[in-house]
């Protein structure tokens, strides 16, 4: 069974964000470095799964155009997965 870590951001423009890490069957380990109620910046670092598996990003579709894709590699503090929708 994997083992897994959600962490929801509250934000201005978009509402709610969920951002959900989740580590692969051997190794089940998580380090999360948010705690309730803290404020976030772009580019936080939000915690990292030791050999880790995958970060699933929960975003409004209505809201944010996506620079990614199912598949893509992305790059903490490097990668920008998606930006405000073009009104």
């Not at 870590?5 to 709610?16: D, K, N, Q, S």
């Not at 380090?31 to 915690?47: A, P």
Request: glycine share 10%.
């Amino acid at each position: 069974l994997n083992a897994s870590a959600t962490i929801r951001v509250a934000h201005a423009i978009l509402g709610e964000c969920v951002i959900r890490q989740i580590t692969g069957f051997l190794v089940r380990r998580i380090l999360t470095w948010t705690e309730k109620g803290c404020s976030l910046r772009i580019g936080t670092r939000l915690g990292m799964i030791l050999l880790g598996s995958r970060a699933e990003l929960e975003l409004p579709k209505d809201k944010v155009e996506l620079w990614v894709r199912v598949g893509d590699h992305v790059y903490a503090g490097k990668t920008i997965v998606a930006a405000y929708a073009s009104k």
